[in-house]
């Protein structure tokens, strides 16, 4: 019996209907993938928010300060300089992690695309050779809250800063996320408060130009061109995950969401109340952002950063480094 092959025109006709199967399938696919990535980023800020209430029902109600928790230096030796040094995003974080309540791989968005991120996979929960009496740490200060931290002399190895302190273990950043300011107006806010209109940490922001009602992005890399704004596959807009006070993750689609809202003294762009920009610091009044919106203590409206260096500057304004990428 002769056995009859596919012709060339069959063949192609396969061909053209598995083209089109995955033209159809490959979109669905990738939005399967960001729905699981974004899913896995909200069970890690909400372990986060979940253990920094656990930590407050032991602490009178307030969030970790590493201020507090090393009074007499030995974590960190700031060289004499004031206390709030010590209160970053990079210390924060390694408190909860020294601690229990989070996993170093916990602190990097699963859908980060910044190559100075990395998991801290050398995280060393007793007798941190960073810290400047290792046996009796309360945390480990190699852990790095933005990339570039108080980075070492040289490529490998522990360094010394340039506050005076033991150096990070490398040059890349161990943490996606931004936290509320922990200073001035806002510390009212790190604390166990329960209350569903406090933002307290997210998935970082760019920077914006604007007043409330009207923001746009700003220019550069820290706004149109930044690696924020493309954590979930956007180019023009921000979106991302919020922990709330009252223990919510909402994946938010705008910087100034519904649930922040803030009454200025004056009218802004067509009203007195709008929603805060969790990105930028408004002045409480006008809603203008104020310059340098990196000096936390001024103001009261919400302000989530991922920050390294805390300095006390002129006039009692403190002074933060934030990480623009």
Known sequence: MRRRGFTLIELLVVITI??????ILLPSLGKAREAARQL????HL??????????AGASQDEYPRPSKLDPADLTTDEGGLPALVKDNTGNILSVMIFNGFLFPQQAVCPAEINPQVTIDREYEYAAPRA??????????????????EFAPAYPTGLGISPLGGR???????NNS??????????L???????????AVWANRGPNYVGQPGAWQLAPGPGGLDSNRLRIYGLVNRWEGNVAYND??????????PRALIKTYGVAVSGGRTHGDNMFVNEDDSTGVPLRPDNAPSIGANVLMKPYGGVFAGAGGVIVVTVWDD
Request: charged share 15%; no cysteine; aromatic share 12%.
């Open 40 to 43: 896995k980023d909200s069970t």
């Open 167 to 173: 150096g990070r273990r490398t040059y890349q950043g």
């Open 177 to 186: 996320y931004a936290n509320l300011m922990p200073f001035g107006g806002r």
């Open 46 to 55: 909400r372990t986060l928010v979940q253990g920094m209430v656990i930590w």
């Open 131 to 148: 810290a400047s009496n290792p046996e009796q740490a309360t945390w480990d200060p190699g852990f790095a809250g933005v990339p570039g």
């Open 188 to 198: 009212g806010a790190w604390q166990s408060t329960f209350n569903s209109s406090q």
């Open 18 to 23: 598995i083209s089109l199967l995955i033209s």
């Open 247 to 256: 223990g919510r993750v909402v994946f938010e689609t705008q910087p100034d």
